[in-house]
């Protein structure tokens, strides 16, 4: 069974400064693996997503994520934090195998951002 | 595109009373997922919807069912409602190509059980 373990409940910037979320995952298969974000009181968007490809996975509004095997992590990075950033971060894994699109979240990360 | 669009947005309901969430994904996808998500577990998934049957079923009572119709839409309910059912639903369409496939979220269904 796949499963993934967010490292940190909550983490707090100061704007301007690089942006760590970490992720760990656990996953017999070859993980597809994603990052979505939320917006209080907003559904969930799509930050990026790795399906085996490049290792290191660019997104939207400058942030990556690099996909590690042999630590079996997904930690999510940004240069520098936005007063914009401020949200819940979901790490997620695609269960595998089978013929579905279900998707298995972490806790969630909430990031905020300090002026 | 327009996007997944659900309704309604808010709900307030008693326990005992059973309720019907809709889903309408964007055009083209014929896969359905809800997700309920609370403060104390999280999200957590429901079923999938594709092509009007039931691909795959979370670990959550009989009092929740769903249902897909021939236009993809997707409603989804709740029988005999508890306190505890008072959460965020969240809805997801997609193609239906499996793993590794983007979902795309809705704004969800906000229902508080009073």
């Known amino acids: 069974a796949q499963s993934v373990t967010q490292l940190d409940s909550h983490v707090s910037v100061s704007e301007g400064t690089p942006v760590l979320l970490r992720c760990n995952y656990s996953?017999?298969?070859?993980?597809?693996l994603f990052w979505y974000v939320q917006h209080p009181n907003k559904g969930l968007q799509l930050l990026l997503k790795y399906t085996s490809a490049a290792t290191l996975v660019k997104g939207i509004n400058g942030f990556e994520a690099e996909f590690k095997k042999s630590e079996t992590s997904f930690h999510l990075t940004k240069p520098s934090a936005h007063m914009s950033d401020a949200a819940e971060y979901f790490c997620v894994v695609s269960e595998n195998p089978g013929n579905t699109g279900k998707l298995i979240f972490g806790q969630g990360t909430t990031l905020q951002v300090k002026p | 595109k327009a996007g997944v669009t659900q309704t309604p947005r808010y709900l307030i309901k008693t326990r005992g009373q059973q309720v019907t969430l809709s889903c309408s994904p964007i055009s083209g996808h014929r896969s359905v997922s809800w997700y309920q998500q609370t403060p104390g577990q999280g999200l957590q998934f429901l079923f999938e919807?594709?092509?009007?049957?039931?691909?795959n079923k979370g670990n959550f009572p009989g009092r929740f069912s769903g249902r897909q119709f021939s236009n993809s839409r997707s409603e989804m309910n709740v029988s005999t409602l508890e306190l505890g059912d008072s959460a965020l639903y969240l809805c997801a369409s997609s193609y239906g190509q499996g793993v590794g496939e983007t979902q795309y979220f809705g704004p969800g269904t906000r229902l508080l059980v009073l």
């Open positions: 996953s017999s298969y070859s993980p597809s």
């Open positions: 919807y594709f092509s009007e049957t039931q691909r």
